[in-house]
């Protein structure tokens, strides 16, 4: 199956500095780069995901950077705010099922 | 609403009994799964559905799970004679179509086995 690494696995900035949560992967076929942000009590939420045929994508404040021949790719998080706390995980597809990395707990302190 | 729905929220259930945690996915979406996410780890899948059909089982931990999708669209993952390594939050997700697309995940059944 796929080998998904995340790190940091706690990551504590503040308020309005930048965070940056990166995966590594094994399966040089996989093509798609979703992450999910998961608050307490609650199931994983897409926040940002990249294709294989693009290096970078952003939304708003979220950017995904991937870089396909080191196998990694990367979550960027500009001007932090409180509401940003939550658990960060990457996942990767390996035959239609994600595999997923073991999770980054972001703290924002205001 | 129009995300996934998963019921019950939260299950207690004794050592030994039977479980059947229920979701509905997102209308009209063709691809339905199962994972199953311990206390601070991340989701590990269980199983697969491509409208009725159970594709890929692979992640399913006993042959006491079942899982089923009968008419394509709402899906039951039951669970027999629970035991204590079983509690867990369980997720289903759906996506629109096959291959690597948006998995979007319900809010979990919390399972916890006395």
């Known amino acids: 199956g796929e080998n998904v690494e995340q790190h940091p696995s706690t990551l504590s900035v503040q308020e309005g500095d930048s965070a940056v949560i990166k995966c590594t992967y094994s399966d040089s076929a996989s093509n798609y780069f979703p992450w999910y942000k998961q608050e307490l009590g609650k199931g994983p939420q897409l926040i940002i995901d990249i294709r294989s045929n693009v290096g970078e994508k952003k939304d708003q404040r979220i950017a995904v950077t991937l870089n396909k021949t080191a196998k990694h790719f990367s979550l960027h998080i500009t001007e932090t705010q409180p509401e940003d706390s939550a658990v960060y995980f990457c996942?990767?597809?390996?035959?239609?099922?994600?595999?997923f990395g073991s999770g980054t707990k972001l703290n924002v302190k205001p | 609403g129009a995300g996934v729905s998963q019921s019950p929220r939260y299950k207690v259930a004794k050592r030994g009994q039977d479980v059947a945690l229920r979701c509905d996915p997102i209308?009209?979406?063709?691809?339905l799964f199962w994972y199953q996410q311990a206390l601070g780890q991340g989701p590990e899948f269980l199983t697969y559905f491509q409208n009725e059909a159970q594709l890929d089982k692979s992640g399913l931990p006993s042959d006491r799970f079942f899982a089923e999708r009968p008419e394509g669209s709402v899906s039951t993952l039951k669970i027999q004679r629970t035991q204590q390594e079983d509690s867990a939050v369980y997720l289903c997700?759906?996506?629109?179509?096959?291959?690597?697309?948006?998995?979007?995940f319900g809010d979990g059944t919390r399972l916890s086995i006395l």
């Open positions: 997700a759906s996506s629109p179509g096959v291959g690597d697309q948006p998995q979007h």
């Open positions: 996942a990767s597809p390996h035959f239609n099922k994600f595999y």
């Open positions: 209308s009209g979406h063709v691809s």
